[in-house]
């Protein structure tokens, strides 16, 4: 189709007509909506939002008339110029085709940009801590359970309920972003096991290394594709022996006073079973009593000597 604004430039129709600009601006848009540059809707809010465009036009209309009463060789221009200007007024009066917006149609890295600062709108300023909900009736654990700073138990967000897709997308999002932080390995195995999001979007993860399901728990982390992993070690972690080490004390007992070795700790053989873990940190729980720091410096070298290795394929 031949370009009605390029046609009446060739033939001069602009001063010939006396077509004002905001018109030619307009036969120009049209132009744009018959090669599909802009949507109809995008016409019509250009015909709607300048009085001055709808006025130029409608006066296009009545000089278009009027020429080609005196001059029959320009009948088809005008007639062609004339039945744009009306094509465009008419649009000005249709609904838009649709006044849902499509999230779920911009790029990946806009949804995400939109995402973080929905996010941030809700969180706290500065680095966020996530605190699960601890576990409550039969089958709770008796670990202790300081009270942590920044903590955040429940967090409602209205986004995650427009639909399946933007939740599952948004809630990836939520999860790869913040800290997971567990006040014990019971209580983060529980939430690994009853909530798979968990295990496939969490990247960030810390526990306080103490419960009598530390082993089963910690090896739930070998499924997921942690970022950072930090390992928070207290008096308290000592409590339960490995499989191994309780069997040993049948035959051997320790001196009196003895606190267990990190080394006999159930949990132990999960956590150096780990791998491709980009970074892992040990740290003493503040709210507890501490252990002596050759031993959580000595677990934070073997942990950075083990875990961090790349996975090992299995194909087979």
Same mark, same amino acid.
């Given at each position: 189709m031949a370009s009605i604004h390029l046609k009446a430039r060739m033939l001069n129709l602009p001063a010939r007509l006396d077509i004002s600009d905001p018109s030619m601006k307009m036969l120009k848009s049209? &132009? &744009?909506y018959q090669t599909g540059r802009i949507s109809e809707d995008e016409l019509g809010r250009k015909v709607r939002l300048s009085h001055n465009s709808r006025k130029s036009m409608v006066d296009t209309i009545v000089k278009c008339v009027q020429y080609r009463f005196g001059h029959p060789e320009e009948q088809n221009h005008c007639v062609e110029i004339a039945k744009a200007m009306g094509e465009m007024l008419k649009m000005k009066d249709q609904p838009p085709e649709s006044l849902v917006?499509?999230?779920m149609g911009l790029p990946n890295e806009i949804r995400r940009m939109v995402e973080n600062y929905y996010l941030d709108?809700?969180?706290?300023p500065g680095p966020t801590t996530i605190v699960p909900a601890k576990k409550k009736g039969r089958g709770r654990c008796n670990c202790p359970n300081p009270v942590e700073a920044r903590k955040l138990e429940f967090l409602n967000f209205p986004l995650a309920r427009t639909c399946k897709m933007v939740k599952d997308e948004f809630m990836t999002n939520f999860f790869q972003r913040y800290l997971f932080s567990f006040p014990c390995a019971c209580e983060m195995g529980y939430h690994l096991e009853h909530n798979p999001a968990l295990q496939v979007a969490v990247r960030h993860l810390s526990f306080n290394w103490i419960g009598p399901r530390a082993g089963t728990s910690i090896s739930l982390l070998k499924?997921?594709? !942690?970022y950072s992993l930090t390992? /928070?070690?207290s008096k308290e972690t000592g409590q339960h022996l490995s499989a191994r080490e309780a069997e040993f004390r049948h035959y051997f007992q320790p001196k009196r006073g003895y606190m267990n070795c990190l080394t006999e700790t159930l949990g132990m053989d999960e956590l150096l079973d780990l791998r491709g873990i980009r970074t892992v940190m040990v740290i003493a729980n503040a709210l507890s009593k501490p252990r002596p720091e050759a031993e959580r410096h000595g677990l934070e070298r073997l !942990? /950075? &000597?083990k875990v961090t290795k790349p996975r090992e394929n299995n194909n087979n």
């Open positions: 049209y &132009d &744009d917006f499509h999230f709108s809700y969180m706290q499924k997921m594709e !942690l390992v /928070r070690i !942990l /950075r &000597d």
